[in-house]
């Protein structure tokens, strides 16, 4: 597959969802044709004075139907301030105080080295941040914060784009209601979406969707101007259609066109409509959509500072692929309930059983067939990334940077939201990889 630079020249300028769905490609192959860009403090965007003034100069006037405020550098103030430029829906923290997150701050985590994969000069954990257009950082150790970063437009009371992040979130949501029984893994998708039964997905399990070993005739190669995901991006856009289009005007009527390729079940192929069926799946089991059901069963349980919410399309369907915009600190709540075994805020909140499936990851034959060079050994289950290691890491993984990374072993969560200028992971990984796993050996290291 291949992988949308941040400045690719292919957006479609009236199309919310081809920046959306660019965004939430798979993130892991070789991004290399993408342009050198400005490095980190010269794309600031405070410093660029994106979207300032009443109005901002024309220069720096970011618009939503023209594409422009997904261009690298613009995108780097863009995901931090999504819900100026399109339509969401709120994911309401409840009415309940905000639990503080214990604080416990560490003066000697910037100095920590590491050597990135593939060269031969070791770096600093503060320079990694640079490195990766970090826009926001939290380490909790053990439950408490032991370090905060903030760059650019991301600020602690701000919210930020998850991108592919939001996968993980929505595969647990499902992963509880298979715990709980709403869902049963074996049923097939058609069993909960009639509407889906003459598409690739009416045979295919609701498990097969949530370890995303369906076989589907969809391309998310952005070179190729007939992939599919053009396609599923125009009908998710919420913008008007020209007056000549026939196809699908939303989400929904998109996945009902997909057909088969393959046999579901032989091999790992993460395609963002799996996540999007997820949703649907979701939606007719409990009767509520994806924003409203994350609201319910852990938003407004984690004891978070604020609302996220998520993307729409046309008809108000939350972007279930990659649409959720949260604070930094409660998607580091979010994890570090995960570490616990789901539970945080004195209550389980996701089942044990849900956590447990998730930890013990995927099928590492069909994982393996998708030829990821960098996470080799690694598997896919309930949409979380499972690295298999000594140490029973896990992550949730989104383009240009963003990540949930649980250590168990190390008793840490790390959650960083960023903006680099190259959408596929591969971009960033050989610094990620070995930085966080630097820190977590360092926090091991230290006395309990």
């Known amino acids: 597959m291949k992988y949308l630079s941040a400045t690719c020249s292919t957006f479609v ?12 490609s798979n993130a892991q192959a070789t991004d290399s044709a993408a342009p050198s860009a400005l490095d980190a403090a010269a794309s600031d965007p405070v410093k660029l004075g994106w979207m300032v003034g009443s109005p901002p100069p024309a220069d720096r006037t970011l618009r939503f139907d023209d594409g422009s405020y997904f261009r690298f550098p613009a995108l ?7 819900r100026q430029l399109m339509p969401t829906i709120n994911v309401s923290r409840g009415l309940g105080d905000p639990v503080a997150l214990p604080r416990a701050l560490r003066s000697d985590i910037d100095a920590i080295r590491f050597t990135p994969i593939g060269a031969t000069t070791p770096m600093n954990w503060e320079q990694s941040l640079a490195a990766n257009y970090t826009d926001g950082i939290v380490v909790l150790h053990r439950g408490r914060i032991v370090y905060e970063r903030y760059f650019g437009s991301l600020k602690e009371n701000g919210q930020h784009a998850a991108m592919s992040v939001t996968k993980s979130v929505i595969g647990t949501l499902g992963a509880m209601l298979v715990a709980d029984g709403s869902l049963d893994p074996a049923k097939h998708v ?3 979406v009639p509407e889906l039964a003459k598409s690739a997905f009416g045979d295919a399990t609701v498990r097969q969707v949530l370890d995303m070993t369906t076989a589907l005739k969809y391309s998310e190669d952005y070179a190729d101007p007939n992939a599919e995901v053009w396609a599923h991006a125009q009908a998710g856009s919420p913008l008007p259609k020209p007056k000549d289009y026939s196809g699908p005007r939303s989400y929904y009527e998109f996945l009902q066109t997909v057909q088969p390729q393959g046999q579901h079940g032989d091999a790992f192929g993460y395609k963002t409509v799996n996540t999007d069926v997820l949703g649907w799946v979701i939606a007719r089991a409990t009767g509520r959509n994806v924003a409203e059901l994350l609201s319910e069963r852990i938003w407004s349980r984690l004891g978070a500072e604020q609302d996220a919410y998520m993307t729409v399309d046309s008809i108000g369907t939350p972007f279930a692929g990659g649409g959720l915009n949260t604070g930094l600190r409660d998607l580091a709540r979010f ?3 995960l570490r616990n075994g789901g539970r945080f805020n004195g209550q389980q909140i996701v089942p044990k059983a849900a956590v447990d499936d998730i930890r013990r990851g995927g099928d590492k034959t069909a994982f393996a067939k998708a030829g990821y060079k960098l996470l080799q050994g690694w598997s896919y289950r309930d949409m979380w990334w499972v690295t298999h290691n000594a140490d029973g890491a896990f992550a949730a993984r989104g383009v240009h940077g963003q990540s949930i990374y649980i250590d168990p072993k190390a008793e840490m969560v790390i959650v960083r939201y960023a903006s680099h200028p190259q959408a596929g992971n591969a971009a960033n990984d050989p610094t990620t990889l070995p930085a966080f796993q630097a820190l977590a050996q360092h926090l091991m290291s230290m006395p309990q």
């Open 190 to 192: 058609a069993d909960y």
């Open 335 to 337: 994890g570090e309930m």
């Open 13 to 24: 300028a009236t199309s919310l969802a081809l920046a959306l769905s660019a965004a939430v």
């Open 76 to 82: 780097r103030w863009s995901v931090s301030n999504f």
